[in-house]
């Protein structure tokens, strides 16, 4: 096996990971909606997003939301 071609195949790899994971490499921002106590909340919602955000650093949204926000992004134009 050609070493040059071993590693061609790697990069292309690691970048196309990267691409499907560029959220997750946002650096993390400070949550626009958080609960007197400081927990972060969905700006949509109100629902407790702690856990999502210590995987998204900057996740403003639950899941769901951030799901129909993308879908209603898309439909935009
Ligand atoms: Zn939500």
């Given at each position: 096996?050609?070493?040059?071609?071993?590693?061609?195949?790697?990069?292309?790899?690691?970048?196309?990971?990267?691409?499907?994971?560029?959220?997750?490499?946002?650096?993390?921002?400070?949550?626009?909606?958080?609960?007197?106590?400081?927990?972060?909340?969905?700006?949509?919602?109100?629902?407790?997003?702690?856990?999502?955000?210590?995987?998204?650093?900057?996740?403003?949204?639950?899941?769901?939301?951030?799901h129909d926000h993308e879908k209603r992004n898309r439909n935009h134009?």
């Amino acid at each position: 096996m050609d070493i040059a071609d071993e590693a061609q195949r790697r990069s292309a790899y690691f970048h196309e990971l990267a691409m499907q994971n560029r959220a997750f490499d946002l650096p993390p921002v400070p949550p626009r909606n958080k609960a007197p106590d400081g927990t972060p909340l969905c700006v949509d919602c109100d629902l407790d997003i702690t856990e999502r955000r210590r995987i998204i650093g900057s996740a403003q949204r639950c899941s769901d939301c951030q799901h129909d926000h993308e879908k209603r992004n898309r439909n935009h134009g």
